[in-house]
T-cell receptor, first 115, second 113 residues
Framework: QQQVKQSPQSLIVQKGGISIINCAYE??????FPWYQQFPGKGPALLIA?????SEKKEGRFTISFNKSAKQFSLHIMDSQPGDSATYFCAASLNSGGSNYKLTFGKGTLLTVNP | KAGVTQTPRYLIKTRGQQVTLSCSPI?????VSWYQQTPGQGLQFLFE???????NKGNFPGRFSGRQFSNSRSEMNVSTLELGDSALYLC???FGSGYYEQYFGPGTRLTVT
């Protein structure tokens, strides 16, 4: 059972455009939603994260939009640059009793930003 | 601050052998989690250790095991390797277990032939 569904699998955007990646989750107990960026040969790097008590969080060119009722969240990359070309993963986790904590990842989106 | 380090970076093993991978977390971090990354299954959680105790475990067979030392360094072991174990194994560290950001290492690329 895939608990976090991510789309699209791949995305091509022109430099300066907006990249939008969507994720949907099933487990309403999830309470932490990070996005990771991964370059070839590297481990994932935390980009930005949100908790369900806010509907939007912005850090620089990256914005997370969160819709709790629809169980969806998305990453918007404004003014996309060729250096943003990477694989992006959404994830979700729940804190069960304060000691159980694991990330459930989406399948990833390969973003290509053309110059 | 130095990041998460993993050794070795690359490994080639034969089916049936066993392998041990090592992870050194960021200084001060006490929680270490392990993930398996494959093209087909994506990133899957293996287990988490905090203060030398396994706190959580994913859906992997018992051939996959781990441990954590008093200095928070962690090792994972895979016994009786199968071809399907070929993957990138990622270690992530965080300050504590719970609401803390996880920082990933570069991974160990394991190839089983």
């Amino acid at each position: 059972q895939q608990q976090v569904k991510q789309s699209p699998q791949s995305l091509i955007v022109q430099k300066g455009g907006i990249s939008i990646i969507n994720c949907a989750y099933e487990n309403t107990a999830f309470d932490y939603f990070p996005w990771y960026q991964q370059f070839p040969g590297k481990g994932p790097a935390l980009l930005i994260a949100i908790r369900p008590d806010v509907s939007e969080k912005k850090e620089g060119r990256f914005t997370i939009s969160f819709n709790k009722s629809a169980k969806q969240f998305s990453l918007h990359i404004m003014d996309s640059q060729p250096g943003d070309s990477a694989t992006y993963f959404c994830a979700a986790s729940l804190n069960s009793g304060g000691s159980n904590y694991k990330l459930t990842f989406g399948k990833g989106t390969l973003l290509t930003v053309n110059p | 601050k130095a990041g998460v380090t993993q050794t070795p970076r690359y490994l080639i093993k034969t089916r049936g052998q066993q392998v041990t991978l090592s992870c050194s977390p960021i200084s001060g971090h006490r929680s270490v989690s392990w993930y398996q990354q494959t093209p087909g299954q994506g990133l899957q959680f293996l287990f988490e250790y905090f203060s030398e105790t396994q706190r959580n475990k994913g859906n992997f067979p018992g051939r996959f095991s781990g441990r954590q030392f008093s200095n928070s360094r962690s090792e994972m072991n895979v016994s009786t390797l199968e071809l399907g174990d070929s993957a990138l194994y990622l270690c992530a560290s965080s300050f504590g277990s719970g609401y803390y950001e996880q920082y990933f290492g570069p991974g160990t690329r394991l190839t089983v032939t």
